[in-house]
């Protein structure tokens, strides 16, 4: 693409990206006479007489319970909220790391905090034990820095931030969580490495349902979730290596699976993510919580903004407005620091983080989609097309993305696994049929804004399984989350009934 | 009487005092002086942040801290957060009780610039207002403390006549690394934002020198870092980014003068005991706990 048509999108994405600006002048104020320098005031004589009062103070405690608080844990290690804790904070800060703090039915209006290593977290029952932050609070369960935490068997809904948050953790684990209508985040893993997020539901936030970002290398799993009508139904910015996202449902969001790179955060670029085994369907819902993002990607299935070395193999692909996979760039206005050059795509966050920004930082950067290999996926339905690629600030057929084995009926460009086969050379016209990417971006001007998602309507969850013996099973430590999935064993899932 | 409600009571009587004491300090003082920061380049989620994003909750002419109790007296002022604050500077129920138009409900603290102006004077509104919480440079983030309740302070110099440093005021677009000494024009899809950085270090006694600054200075970068002696208590770095839709910077102005007086002020009416618990969890342990884009 010309360097013309690159403005021009670049203009595009932006425009798309702002939303509507506002120009609603409010009257004219009078002339400014006062300032903030310091003025000699006639002494302030009014003073603000104490106040006795009781009036009540939220704490974050649960306001279910009257339970006797306990100071000292049990010691078989497993602590009972509420019988032997009123709050799962109290239990929590009680716990010694190997600790199960178990939680029976209820609504807890708790934001916790974890601290201590090692800990595990677990309802009795899923559905019943209800962490909910009446739209008030801001995380449910937010584990910070503390190592091999596991949070599982929980319901976490209505908070201003996150259901489940882990910041900088080495080791975590979200099992059989069900997340909903989160003003984020569903399950939200930052700065952290070794985890799991297994078995779970996310619903209704506005960017995504389950993310993982910030981490190089992340060896990390997510495996058998459901994420359906937020923003995204996954997002990862900055993040990969030996990050698998497998076996897993992405539907009606407004788009399905969105690894992506930016600046804005560090260990840029996205790269070496592998999307496989997945049923991605119907991400065009119009009526989802969205942040900007996410009105720009609508209707896409798999979309990679800037994602590099990715494998996106074996998943089911259906329904989408735009396209089911597409490897796009993404135009960062406002960069952070220059484009790392591709031997520094190795380079890892703990490198990374200690690196200066570069002393001259460009007004933007275009993060490009290259090296990516896209394979065996089952894609159909896509009003655009199936597969698509494009390049804008390098000629598309230079980004080294390869094409193969895919069960397909259309591509931008035309025949594209002819135009770029992972299995030796390329031959054919890479003009015939592009995606137009300008085209179909002009659309998110009249995307459908994105809804409130405190009041967003959504669907009843599905029926969701408990964990196994919730009651009886022994406590889990996240200390030995080791990624190792073997790609070849995994087939296209299946299209669902109905 | 539940501790709260006497901490409460504590922060009143504290609060009246200072801004007793204050009254009879010298207006000398324009700025909280020290060697400033150096500006924060490059990506979130390298150094140890909380964050709240707000949206505009009212325009007054009012401000409690440098004209307290005197209603309509101030320049316009664009308030962040609580929705309760005027001139009263009264750290009272009234102010703990009020709603905010935080995205952080338990930050009920008041953040507050004066309005920007376009050629024609009319008032642009701004988009939202981000406050990140920061370790100061050279800092150690386990030393950081909360600020008192009912503290108050200004960032950035309102009677400047000259380019202030950009270390403490400047503006760029959207969140991007590049800063400037005056608006420019930035492209469709980004935003205008006004960046204040407020001081970090505190003498430890009291919660207000009206508009001087005496109380506050900022850590210094080429002081080996930390607080200097005679503040010595080193504070969350605030950093507010107020962003406004790209508009044509053309004869953009402040309405406290020229573009060059940008500042800004803040009090502290946060939910105590979870500003006290963010400072714990985030700084304290050097976490980052929130981006923003």
Request: charged share 20%; net charge negative.
């Amino acid at each position: 693409m010309n360097r013309k048509l690159a403005v021009a999108l670049a203009a595009v994405i932006t425009l798309a990206a702002c939303g509507s600006s506002s120009d609603d002048a409010a009257p004219a104020t009078d002339a400014a006479v006062e300032t903030d320098a310091p003025v000699e005031t006639d002494a302030p004589v009014e003073t603000d007489a104490p106040v006795e009062t009781d009036a009540p103070v939220e704490t974050e405690a649960p306001v279910e319970t009257e339970a006797p608080v306990e100071t000292d844990p049990p010691s078989d290690g497993i602590l009972h909220v509420p019988e032997d804790f009123a709050a799962i904070q109290d239990a929590v800060d009680a716990a010694a790391p190997g600790d199960l703090i178990l939680v029976s039915p209820g609504t807890y209006n708790e934001a916790v905090n974890v601290v201590t290593d090692e800990i595990t977290i677990r309802g009795t029952d899923r559905a019943g034990v209800v962490l909910d932050g009446e739209f008030e609070l801001d995380n449910g369960v937010r584990v910070l820095g503390a190592k091999g935490v596991v949070v599982e068997n929980l319901t976490a809904q209505n908070y201003t931030s996150n259901g489940v948050f882990f910041t900088s953790s080495v080791g975590y684990r979200a099992s059989y969580i069900t997340a909903i209508r989160n003003g984020d985040y569903g399950v939200y893993a930052f700065d952290s490495i070794n985890g799991q997020i297994d078995n779970s539901y996310g619903a209704g936030s506005p960017d995504a349902g389950f993310y993982i970002g910030q981490c190089f290398p992340c060896d990390s799993l997510i495996n058998n979730v459901i994420s359906e009508h937020n923003g995204l139904g996954y997002s990862g910015t900055n993040s990969g290596g030996n990050l698998v996202i497998m076996n897993s449902t992405f539907r009606n969001n407004r788009a399905g699976v969105v690894p992506n790179s930016g600046s804005y955060e560090l260990c840029y670029p996205e790269r070496d993510t592998t999307v496989v085994g997945n049923i991605v369907h119907s991400n065009n819902q119009a009526d989802t919580p969205a942040i900007d993002v996410a009105l720009l990607a609508m209707g896409n299935g798999i979309v990679a903004p800037g994602g590099i070395d990715n494998l996106i193999t074996k998943n089911l692909v259906f329904d989408h407005d735009k396209t089911g996979i597409a490897l796009v760039p993404f135009l960062e206005e406002g960069a952070n620091d220059d484009l790392p050059t591709p031997d520094e795509w190795e380079i890892g966050c703990a490198e990374q983080r200690e690196e200066p920004p570069a002393d001259e930082i460009p007004e933007s950067l275009l993060w490009e989609a290259q090296n990516n290999s896209v394979t065996l996926n089952v894609v159909s339905d896509s009003r655009v097309a199936d597969i698509a690629v494009e390049g804008v600030s390098m000629a598309t057929e230079e980004l080294g993305n390869c094409f193969g084995g895919n069960t397909i009926t259309n591509t931008a460009p035309a025949n594209l696994e002819s135009l770029a086969p992972c299995d030796g050379e390329g031959s054919g016209d890479w003009t015939v049929g592009v995606l137009n990417v300008l085209g179909w971006l002009i659309d998110v001007e009249n995307a459908p804004p994105s809804i409130d998602y405190q009041i967003a309507e959504l669907p009843d969850p599905p029926e969701l399984e408990n964990m196994p013996d919730a009651e009886t099973a022994p406590a889990v430590p996240a200390t030995n989350i080791v990624v190792d999935i073997d790609v070849d064993a995994i087939d296209v899932p299946a299209a669902p009934a109905g | 009487m539940g501790w709260a409600g006497r901490r409460r009571i504590i922060g009143a009587l504290v609060a009246a005092s200072a801004l007793l004491a204050a009254c009879g300090s010298s207006a000398a003082e324009t700025n909280a002086g020290g060697d400033p920061d150096p500006e924060r380049r490059g990506p979130q989620g390298r150094v140890a942040q909380f964050v709240v994003e707000c949206e505009l909750s009212h325009l007054a002419y009012d401000d409690p801290i440098v004209l307290p109790w005197q209603a309509g007296k101030s320049h316009l002022h664009m308030f962040f957060g609580n929705r309760a604050v005027n001139s009263d500077p009264g750290y009272n129920e009234r102010m703990l009780s009020a709603e905010t138009s935080c995205d952080q409900r338990r930050d009920t603290a008041s953040y507050w610039a004066p309005a920007l102006l376009n050629a024609e004077g009319n008032v642009i509104e701004p988009l939202k207002m981000s406050a990140y919480y920061r370790p100061g440079h050279g800092v150690d983030p386990a030393e950081v403390v909360p600020y008192p309740e009912g503290f108050m302070m200004v960032g950035g110099d309102s009677t400047a006549q000259k380019t202030q440093s950009s270390d403490i005021v400047a503006w760029s677009c959207g969140t991007g690394a590049a800063r400037n000494d005056a608006p420019t024009q930035c492209p469709d899809g980004t935003s205008l934002r006004l960046i204040i950085v407020f001081p970090d270090c505190w003498d430890g006694e009291r919660l207000t020198t009206f508009g001087a600054s005496a109380h506050v200075r900022y850590s210094s970068f080429d002081n080996e870092g930390g607080c200097p002696e005679a503040h010595p208590v080193p504070l969350p770095q605030l950093t507010i980014g107020i962003d406004y839709p790209p508009v044509d910077p053309t004869g953009l102005s402040l309405a406290s003068g020229d573009i060059t007086t940008g500042h800004a002020d803040f009090w502290n009416v946060w939910d105590q005991a979870k500003l006290e618990g963010e400072v714990a969890m985030c700084i304290n342990r050097d976490l980052v706990c929130g981006v923003t884009s």
